[in-house]
């Protein structure tokens, strides 16, 4: 199906930004919709935002919104997400999955691909 590599993590300070990036390779990457999930330490993983095959329809946790932007480039098979104004609770390994479906992710059901995940760790 499709692979899935994530790039763009590291060490910020809080209030700083972080653009994450998915690199998808395959035929369908147009079809899937995607969204990127964050499992911080002791907790469960959760969804972070969600965005629909076309780019027209984006989900996001209340945590982040206001805050985060999914977008993709289906061209260049790249998912993203421009994190600003970054605070210590959003540390966690990051996720990007993505499923062959038509709606918007507001969660990880159906999500049959997923990448191995990047380190976002922000200091206070």
């Known amino acids: 199906q499709v692979r899935l590599v994530e790039s763009g993590g590291g060490l910020v300070q809080a209030g700083g930004s972080l653009r994450l990036s998915c690199a998808a390779s395959?035929?369908?990457?147009?079809?899937?919709?995607m969204g990127w999930f964050r499992q911080a330490p002791g907790s469960e993983r959760e969804i972070v935002a969600g965005?629909?095959?076309?780019?027209?329809?984006?989900y996001y946790a209340d945590s982040v919104k206001g805050r985060f932007v999914i977008s993709r480039n289906n061209a260049l098979n790249m998912g993203y997400l421009q994190m600003n104004g970054l605070k210590p609770e959003d540390t966690a390994v990051y996720y990007c999955?993505?499923?062959?479906?038509?709606?918007?992710?507001?969660?990880?059901?159906?999500?049959?691909?997923w990448g191995k995940g990047t380190l976002v760790t922000v200091s206070s």
């Open positions: 395959g035929r369908t990457f147009s079809s899937c919709a």
């Open positions: 965005i629909s095959r076309t780019g027209g329809g984006t």
């Open positions: 999955a993505a499923r062959v479906s038509v709606g918007t992710p507001t969660s990880d059901g159906g999500m049959n691909n």
